[in-house]
């Protein structure tokens, strides 16, 4: 009876594991995966309070986009923050910089409640950077710590795309 049950369960295992219809295509190999740009003289006012970012081909949907503020340097280190990221002000006033995107474009975006009190500390020549982090590896990397990403997706310093913005207007 031992020897009957094994055999049943070969010839079910073998009548599955046959070959079946062809599967769908795959990508053309045209999608942007793993890539990063940096965004650099960025000037933001009461009216013109977003930019728009083409990527330079479609990114795989699915993949997530993040995109960090230059907040800094320390010590000739930059210092990355991701977005978004609200700032409390003096009083009661508040700046938020945050992001949306497609699987063409990002555009960032500073608000707050009077942008015409905003410093331009925090208005003009502003400089980000945009990260399209492939979908397997969104829950494997801290993708708070820009250095990580970078190391995670295997990008030097010399790999990113910097993008003047005065080009792109």
Known sequence: MKKLTVLGIFLAVF???CEGPQGPAGFDGDALV????????VDFNEI?????????QDIVNGDAVLVYRLDGVDNNLDIWEPLPTTIFLEGTSYLQYRFNYTLADVEIIVESDNLNAISDDFMLNQVFRIVVLPSD?????????FSAVM?????????????D???LK
């Open 165 to 167: 913005f005065n080009t």
């Open 34 to 41: 793993g890539d990063t740009y940096e965004i650099d003289n």
């Open 48 to 56: 013109d309070n977003t930019i728009a970012v083409q990527f330079n």
């Open 15 to 17: 009548a599955i594991s």
């Open 151 to 163: 190391t995670e997706l295997g990008l030097q310093s010399n790999d990113i795309q910097t993008i």
């Open 137 to 145: 590896l969104i829950g494997t990397v801290d993708t708070s710590n």
